[in-house]
T-cell receptor, first 115, second 118 residues
Protein backbone atom coordinates (compact mmCIF):
# COMPACT_ATOMS: atom_id res chain seq x y z
CA UNK A 1 0.00 0.00 0.00
CA UNK A 2 1.28 3.45 -0.93
CA UNK A 3 1.98 5.90 1.92
CA UNK A 4 2.72 9.57 1.39
CA UNK A 5 4.50 11.90 3.81
CA UNK A 6 4.78 15.66 3.46
CA UNK A 7 7.34 17.73 5.29
CA UNK A 8 7.06 20.22 6.87
CA UNK A 9 3.52 19.96 8.19
CA UNK A 10 3.36 23.75 8.45
CA UNK A 11 5.51 26.59 7.23
CA UNK A 12 5.35 30.33 7.91
CA UNK A 13 7.53 32.66 5.85
CA UNK A 14 7.80 36.36 5.05
CA UNK A 15 6.72 37.53 1.64
CA UNK A 16 9.37 37.24 -1.07
CA UNK A 17 11.08 34.10 0.18
CA UNK A 18 11.77 31.12 -2.02
CA UNK A 19 10.57 27.96 -0.38
CA UNK A 20 10.57 24.20 -0.70
CA UNK A 21 7.85 21.70 0.13
CA UNK A 22 8.77 18.03 0.32
CA UNK A 23 6.82 14.90 -0.48
CA UNK A 24 7.98 11.31 -0.07
CA UNK A 25 6.18 8.12 -1.01
CA UNK A 26 6.92 4.52 -0.09
CA UNK A 27 6.35 2.76 -3.41
CA UNK A 28 8.26 4.13 -6.38
CA UNK A 29 6.04 2.30 -8.89
CA UNK A 30 3.94 5.30 -9.83
CA UNK A 31 2.45 6.52 -13.11
CA UNK A 32 2.70 10.17 -12.17
CA UNK A 33 2.40 12.62 -9.30
CA UNK A 34 0.16 15.64 -8.93
CA UNK A 35 0.51 18.71 -6.69
CA UNK A 36 -2.60 20.54 -5.50
CA UNK A 37 -3.41 23.56 -3.41
CA UNK A 38 -6.45 23.82 -1.19
CA UNK A 39 -7.84 27.01 0.31
CA UNK A 40 -9.80 26.68 3.58
CA UNK A 41 -13.22 25.12 3.05
CA UNK A 42 -12.70 24.77 -0.69
CA UNK A 43 -11.95 22.04 -3.20
CA UNK A 44 -8.52 21.19 -4.59
CA UNK A 45 -6.90 23.12 -7.40
CA UNK A 46 -4.43 21.26 -9.58
CA UNK A 47 -1.04 22.97 -9.76
CA UNK A 48 1.28 20.58 -11.58
CA UNK A 49 1.27 17.04 -12.92
CA UNK A 50 4.57 15.19 -13.43
CA UNK A 51 4.55 12.01 -15.48
CA UNK A 52 6.76 9.17 -14.20
CA UNK A 53 9.13 9.64 -17.15
CA UNK A 54 9.66 13.33 -16.38
CA UNK A 55 12.06 14.93 -13.94
CA UNK A 56 10.29 18.23 -13.46
CA UNK A 57 7.45 20.51 -14.46
CA UNK A 58 7.17 24.27 -14.25
CA UNK A 59 4.23 26.65 -14.12
CA UNK A 60 4.96 30.30 -13.45
CA UNK A 61 6.63 30.62 -10.05
CA UNK A 62 6.11 26.93 -9.31
CA UNK A 63 8.52 24.14 -10.13
CA UNK A 64 7.97 20.51 -9.17
CA UNK A 65 10.65 17.85 -9.42
CA UNK A 66 10.30 14.09 -9.25
CA UNK A 67 12.88 11.48 -8.26
CA UNK A 68 10.89 8.31 -8.71
CA UNK A 69 13.66 5.90 -7.71
CA UNK A 70 14.08 7.51 -4.31
CA UNK A 71 10.37 8.14 -3.81
CA UNK A 72 10.58 11.92 -3.56
CA UNK A 73 9.02 15.00 -5.07
CA UNK A 74 9.69 18.62 -4.28
CA UNK A 75 7.61 21.71 -4.95
CA UNK A 76 9.54 24.96 -5.23
CA UNK A 77 7.72 28.25 -4.88
CA UNK A 78 9.70 31.29 -5.96
CA UNK A 79 9.17 34.79 -4.57
CA UNK A 80 6.30 33.78 -2.32
CA UNK A 81 3.27 36.05 -1.94
CA UNK A 82 0.49 36.25 0.66
CA UNK A 83 -1.88 34.83 -1.97
CA UNK A 84 0.16 31.61 -1.91
CA UNK A 85 -1.11 30.90 1.61
CA UNK A 86 -2.95 27.59 1.44
CA UNK A 87 -2.52 23.89 2.11
CA UNK A 88 -0.38 22.10 -0.48
CA UNK A 89 -1.00 18.42 -1.16
CA UNK A 90 0.96 15.92 -3.18
CA UNK A 91 -0.64 12.80 -4.61
CA UNK A 92 1.11 10.01 -6.51
CA UNK A 93 -0.90 7.75 -8.80
CA UNK A 94 0.23 4.35 -7.59
CA UNK A 95 0.75 1.67 -10.23
CA UNK A 96 0.19 -1.25 -7.85
CA UNK A 97 -2.54 -3.46 -9.27
CA UNK A 98 -4.91 -2.01 -11.85
CA UNK A 99 -5.07 1.71 -11.67
CA UNK A 100 -7.54 4.16 -13.04
CA UNK A 101 -5.92 7.23 -11.64
CA UNK A 102 -6.48 6.50 -7.97
CA UNK A 103 -4.46 9.02 -6.03
CA UNK A 104 -2.98 8.61 -2.57
CA UNK A 105 -2.77 11.89 -0.68
CA UNK A 106 -0.33 13.18 1.86
CA UNK A 107 -1.53 15.14 4.89
CA UNK A 108 -0.39 18.37 3.29
CA UNK A 109 1.80 21.33 4.16
CA UNK A 110 0.01 24.38 5.54
CA UNK A 111 1.77 27.43 4.12
CA UNK A 112 1.38 30.93 5.52
CA UNK A 113 3.08 33.83 3.75
CA UNK A 114 2.90 37.03 5.76
CA UNK A 115 3.37 40.52 4.31
CA UNK B 1 -12.43 25.68 -19.09
CA UNK B 2 -12.49 22.61 -16.89
CA UNK B 3 -15.57 22.32 -14.69
CA UNK B 4 -16.62 19.89 -11.97
CA UNK B 5 -19.73 20.93 -10.09
CA UNK B 6 -21.32 19.49 -6.98
CA UNK B 7 -25.02 19.83 -6.21
CA UNK B 8 -24.68 21.50 -2.80
CA UNK B 9 -21.99 23.41 -0.92
CA UNK B 10 -23.56 22.77 2.46
CA UNK B 11 -26.03 20.09 3.51
CA UNK B 12 -27.59 19.22 6.86
CA UNK B 13 -29.35 15.89 7.27
CA UNK B 14 -30.70 13.77 10.11
CA UNK B 15 -29.49 10.36 11.21
CA UNK B 16 -31.11 7.58 9.18
CA UNK B 17 -31.96 9.73 6.16
CA UNK B 18 -30.98 8.64 2.67
CA UNK B 19 -28.66 11.28 1.23
CA UNK B 20 -27.73 11.92 -2.39
CA UNK B 21 -24.66 13.91 -3.39
CA UNK B 22 -24.37 14.69 -7.07
CA UNK B 23 -21.35 15.55 -9.18
CA UNK B 24 -21.28 16.67 -12.81
CA UNK B 25 -18.26 17.17 -15.07
CA UNK B 26 -18.27 18.78 -18.50
CA UNK B 27 -14.93 17.44 -19.78
CA UNK B 28 -16.07 14.08 -21.17
CA UNK B 29 -13.80 12.34 -18.65
CA UNK B 30 -13.99 8.57 -18.28
CA UNK B 31 -13.03 8.47 -14.61
CA UNK B 32 -14.87 9.97 -11.68
CA UNK B 33 -14.11 9.76 -7.98
CA UNK B 34 -15.67 10.44 -4.60
CA UNK B 35 -13.44 11.31 -1.63
CA UNK B 36 -14.10 12.41 1.89
CA UNK B 37 -11.78 14.70 3.80
CA UNK B 38 -11.49 14.77 7.58
CA UNK B 39 -9.06 16.61 9.85
CA UNK B 40 -6.10 14.43 10.70
CA UNK B 41 -7.13 11.73 8.23
CA UNK B 42 -6.66 13.60 4.98
CA UNK B 43 -8.44 12.67 1.76
CA UNK B 44 -9.67 9.12 1.45
CA UNK B 45 -11.18 7.50 -1.61
CA UNK B 46 -14.73 6.17 -1.16
CA UNK B 47 -15.62 4.94 -4.66
CA UNK B 48 -14.59 5.54 -8.20
CA UNK B 49 -16.00 4.85 -11.65
CA UNK B 50 -14.03 4.28 -14.84
CA UNK B 51 -16.98 4.10 -17.20
CA UNK B 52 -20.74 4.41 -17.29
CA UNK B 53 -22.34 1.85 -14.96
CA UNK B 54 -18.86 0.69 -13.85
CA UNK B 55 -17.68 1.25 -10.29
CA UNK B 56 -15.06 0.04 -7.87
CA UNK B 57 -14.68 0.37 -4.14
CA UNK B 58 -12.05 2.68 -2.77
CA UNK B 59 -10.51 2.57 0.68
CA UNK B 60 -13.62 3.35 2.76
CA UNK B 61 -16.79 2.23 0.89
CA UNK B 62 -18.76 1.05 3.93
CA UNK B 63 -22.04 2.90 4.33
CA UNK B 64 -21.92 4.35 0.81
CA UNK B 65 -23.04 3.39 -2.66
CA UNK B 66 -22.67 5.13 -6.03
CA UNK B 67 -24.47 5.46 -9.31
CA UNK B 68 -23.20 6.41 -12.74
CA UNK B 69 -25.94 6.23 -15.37
CA UNK B 70 -24.45 8.92 -17.61
CA UNK B 71 -20.83 9.68 -18.36
CA UNK B 72 -20.96 13.21 -16.98
CA UNK B 73 -22.73 12.45 -13.70
CA UNK B 74 -21.57 10.49 -10.65
CA UNK B 75 -23.74 10.24 -7.55
CA UNK B 76 -22.75 9.28 -4.03
CA UNK B 77 -25.49 7.78 -1.87
CA UNK B 78 -25.51 7.49 1.89
CA UNK B 79 -28.05 4.73 2.41
CA UNK B 80 -28.75 5.60 6.06
CA UNK B 81 -26.80 8.64 7.18
CA UNK B 82 -24.93 8.44 10.47
CA UNK B 83 -23.13 11.09 12.50
CA UNK B 84 -19.73 9.61 11.62
CA UNK B 85 -20.43 10.48 7.99
CA UNK B 86 -20.27 14.19 8.81
CA UNK B 87 -17.45 15.32 6.57
CA UNK B 88 -16.35 17.28 3.51
CA UNK B 89 -17.11 15.31 0.35
CA UNK B 90 -15.10 15.98 -2.78
CA UNK B 91 -15.77 14.78 -6.29
CA UNK B 92 -13.11 14.60 -9.00
CA UNK B 93 -12.75 13.49 -12.60
CA UNK B 94 -9.90 12.57 -14.91
CA UNK B 95 -9.22 11.25 -18.37
CA UNK B 96 -7.62 7.90 -19.07
CA UNK B 97 -4.53 7.81 -21.21
CA UNK B 98 -1.68 5.44 -21.91
CA UNK B 99 -1.51 1.83 -22.98
CA UNK B 100 -4.28 -0.48 -21.85
CA UNK B 101 -6.12 2.41 -20.25
CA UNK B 102 -3.57 2.76 -17.48
CA UNK B 103 -2.37 6.11 -16.31
CA UNK B 104 -4.34 9.31 -16.45
CA UNK B 105 -4.26 13.02 -17.11
CA UNK B 106 -4.85 15.65 -14.53
CA UNK B 107 -7.46 15.03 -11.87
CA UNK B 108 -9.86 17.93 -11.40
CA UNK B 109 -11.89 18.55 -8.28
CA UNK B 110 -15.24 20.10 -7.53
CA UNK B 111 -15.75 22.72 -4.79
CA UNK B 112 -16.83 20.16 -2.18
CA UNK B 113 -19.99 19.51 -0.15
CA UNK B 114 -19.83 20.05 3.60
CA UNK B 115 -22.27 17.47 5.00
CA UNK B 116 -23.44 17.58 8.59
CA UNK B 117 -25.47 14.66 9.95
CA UNK B 118 -27.34 15.44 13.16
Amino acid sequence: KQEVTQIPAALSVPEGENLVLNCSFTDSAIYNLQWFRQDPGKGLTSLLLIQSSQREQTSGRLNASLDKSSGRSTLYIAASQPGDSATYLCAPDWAGGTSYGKLTFGQGTILTVHP
Amino acid sequence: DVKVTQSSRYLVKRTGEKVFLECVQDMDHENMFWYRQDPGLGLRLIYFSYDVKMKEKGDIPEGYSVSREKKERFSLILESASTNQTSMYLCASSSTSGLGGLGYNEQFFGPGTRLTVL
